[in-house]
T-cell receptor, first 114, second 115 residues
């Protein structure tokens, strides 16, 4: 059974600093990995999706990497801003044709201190 | 462009009552997902549909839970009878079909409290 872990559960960083969020998964037979952010009282917003054949994806100040063999992914946020404060979740999709299920981590709650 | 729309946003009801949660996916999306989120268990997939057909309902906790998708633009999640342990935030998400898997788009959720 796939297990997805995100450590730490919470992180506080001064504004302007670069930071890395971690995600690890136990079964490397994945199809893709997604990073989401969740604001309080809101649903999840997809940030980046990395296919299993890719090593990284970038969007603005965000860069996500994937090392499938070691079961790890990182989300790098450059020049952090108070608006980046949210809970960040990673999720993996199993490598089964037609299987759309995602397994989520429990998230890292990020606070950017002005 | 309208996102995934869920209703109601909040629901408070007494134990034993029937609860119906509603979801309108993004137009053109052919996969729909129901999730439940709690502090203790995080985000759990309950059921998902592809082209209006239930594909995997292994996450549905008990027979008290049922879900339907009568057409491509509407789905319901029903709990009957409801219990206090069903209190959670319920999310609906949808995704489109493409050469590469499309990301899931989430609604803002229904916060359910069973007294």
């Amino acid at each position: 059974k796939q297990e997805v872990t995100q450590i730490p559960a919470a992180l506080s960083v001064p504004e302007g600093e670069n930071l890395v969020l971690n995600c690890s998964f136990t079964d490397s037979a994945i199809y893709n990995l997604q990073w989401f952010r969740q604001d309080p009282g809101k649903g999840l917003t997809s940030l980046l999706l990395i296919q299993s054949s890719q090593r990284e994806q970038t969007s603005g100040r965000l860069n996500a990497s994937l090392d499938k063999s070691s079961g790890r992914s990182t989300l790098y946020i450059a020049a952090s801003q108070p608006g980046d404060s949210a809970t960040y979740l990673c999720a993996v999709k199993k490598a089964n044709f037609g299987n759309e299920k995602l397994t989520f981590g429990t998230g890292t709650r990020l606070t950017i201190i002005p | 462009d309208a996102g995934v729309i869920q209703s109601p946003r909040h629901e408070v009801t007494e134990m034993g009552q029937e609860v119906t949660l509603r979801c309108k996916p993004i137009s053109g999306h052919n996969s729909l997902f129901w999730y439940r989120q709690t502090m203790m268990r995080g985000l759990e997939l309950l059921i998902y549909f592809n082209n209006n057909v239930p594909i995997d309902d292994s996450g549905m906790p008990e027979d008290r839970f049922s879900a339907k998708m009568p057409n491509a633009s509407f789905s319901t999640l029903k709990i009957q009878p409801s219990e206090p342990r069903d209190s959670a935030v319920y999310f609906c998400a949808s995704s489109g079909q493409g050469l590469f898997n499309q990301p899931q788009h989430f609604g803002d959720g229904t916060r359910l409290s069973i007294l």
